[in-house]
Antibody
Framework: QVQLQESGPGLAKPSQTLSLTCSVS??????????WSWIRQPAGKGLEWIGR???????NYNPSLKGRVSMSVDTSRNQFSLNLKTVTAADTAVYYC???????????WGQGTLVTVSS | QSALTQPPSVSAAPGQKVTISCSGS????????VSWYQHVPGKAPRVLIY???KRSSGVPDRFSASRSRTSATLDITGLQTGDEADYYC???????????FGGGTRLTVL
């Protein structure tokens, strides 16, 4: 059974970069049929897709994040990462990592990690 | 505001049926596969339906879904108190070249 686990600081300061890592176990991250994704949920709001990456280096990001987001994959560690630059309080949310497969949607999710942006 | 429109809330008594709608456009639902997610607050979301109408492993047949043109619906029959959760539709948007979720629907089982 594939499992995903988010890790990273729970607090980020305004204007700084939020960095999170998702560790994948129970399966290889290397298959190109999967996209490895980040999704977030601000308190009291709905799910927001942040972006995705696969091990071919193909990426898609939410246009609303206006170039602040980047993702990377480390196949040697079976991990993928999120960097979100110039954060504000509006970026405070529970951040989820998830596996995406065409037609099957997001079939495996991490438990989520709360990141608070505050000085 | 999401380009996929869902009702904010629905409610019904145990044993009854609810329908959750998801309205989009040709660039998303009209030309891409829809999936549905159940999210119990404090837990990870779970995919219920993928490929418009296929149930994920372990999802009871009380859950069903369909897609027609630019809309999709999720039906839940034989409601149970354990079904109380937020439900989200989602699909790819070919114009935005990004995934989108609906705004979410809170299901209350009275």
């Amino acid at each position: 059974q594939v499992q995903l686990q988010e890790s990273g600081p729970g607090l980020a300061k305004p204007s700084q970069t939020l960095s999170l890592t998702c560790s994948v176990s129970g399966g290889s991250i290397s298959s190109v049929i999967y996209f490895w994704s980040w999704i977030r949920q601000p308190a009291g709001k709905g799910l927001e897709w942040i972006g995705r990456i696969n091990t071919s280096g193909s990426t898609n990001y939410n246009p609303s994040l206006k170039g602040r987001v980047s993702m990377s994959v480390d196949t040697s560690r079976n991990q993928f990462s999120l960097n979100l630059k110039t954060v504000t309080a509006a970026d405070t949310a529970v951040y989820y990592c998830a596996r995406y497969m065409e037609r099957r949607g997001f079939d495996f999710w991490g438990q989520g990690t709360l990141v608070t942006v505050s000085s | 505001q999401s380009a996929l429109t869902q009702p904010p809330s629905v409610s019904a008594a145990p044993g009854q049926k609810v329908t959750i709608s998801c309205s989009g456009s040709n660039s998303n639902i009209g030309n891409n596969y829809v999936s549905w997610y159940q999210h119990v607050p404090g837990k990870a979301p779970r995919v219920l339906i993928y490929d418009n109408n296929k149930r994920s492993s372990g999802v009871p047949d009380r859950f069903s879904a369909s897609r027609s043109r630019t809309s999709a619906t999720l039906d839940i029959t034989g409601l149970q108190t354990g079904d109380e959760a937020d439900y989200y539709c989602g699909t790819w948007d070919s114009s935005l070249r990004g995934w989108m979720f609906g705004g979410g629907t809170r299901l209350t089982v009275l």
